[in-house]
């Protein structure tokens, strides 16, 4: 086992806990000790795994692809190729719980700020809308790299406040229709600002999104606008999705939010633990295993993925013993 536990201060089963801590990925043991365990970051087995998702694994990984100037080498644009480019592999390094404050991490932070200003000034000129998801992405990993009090970031905020409050979440990459990806991505990066620092238009955009994820719809039966099908991924386990969401991203959120509570919340709960296996953990499913880095291809860890945000979601419920 990777860490020291001790049984009195597990809320889930031992050998899940063990299982997790047994990953060779740091990130993963680094987000087991912290959110399932409770450790706090002056925890000597927090602070070794801290510091190791920065020299070994995914992270150093993608990090050798980076260039001086911030962006990742041979990529088309920021956005392309999916998912390797610099916009897509920021996003993973923030998942993968990567310093912020890393200067690598900076640098790719500052490089998509100074690449999207122009484009976002014209769209907030302009009063268009579409594209929270990408928006709620850069937001969210601008704030874990240290740019909350940067002017950019505040227009960031601005944009998606007003495509939520204004726009409705709509997208034309959704026939025009309000699009459920682009409320929980545009949540997520909303969510990254500390509560204490929220706007009261910012705390409405987000009350409003929980109200039209689960009040309006319905979560598990994804009953959302579309002018096709829902979508496959929607009730599958995933790790990583990129401008996607699913169950498992949304319900994440609401624990963020301190939202998890809502009553329209309780049936995804059910179903997600209803998905638990035998032994106590999830199968997890990598849609794009083969379009984004190869460090992150281990089925194994897929699962762990899962099993870790699943298992954090529930030990909030009580449903993690049932």
Known sequence: MSANRKTSELPVAGVIIDWLLDSSMPSIRYLTLRQLLGRTETDHDVRDSRQEIMRSGPVPAILAHQTEAGNWSDERSYYTPKYVSTHWSMLLLTELAADGGDSCLRRGAEYMLSATEDELGEALSAESHGLCCFWGNLLRYA????????????????????????????????????????????????????????????????QQGIAWLLEDRRLIEADYPTSGRVHRLWSRLNFPLFYQADILFVLPLLVELRALDHPDAQPALEWLAGRRRRRGDWRGASPFRQRTWDSLADPQDTDRWVTLHATNVLKETGLAHS
């Open 143 to 206: 704030i874990h790299c240290g740019f909350q009090d940067d002017a950019r970031v505040h227009h960031v905020v601005r944009y998606l406040v007003a495509d939520g409050q204004d726009a409705g979440w709509r997208c034309a990459h959704n026939g025009d229709l309000a699009c459920a990806w682009g409320c929980a991505r545009a949540l997520w990066g909303l969510a990254a600002i500390p509560s204490e620092q929220r706007s009261s238009r910012v705390q409405e955009t987000i």
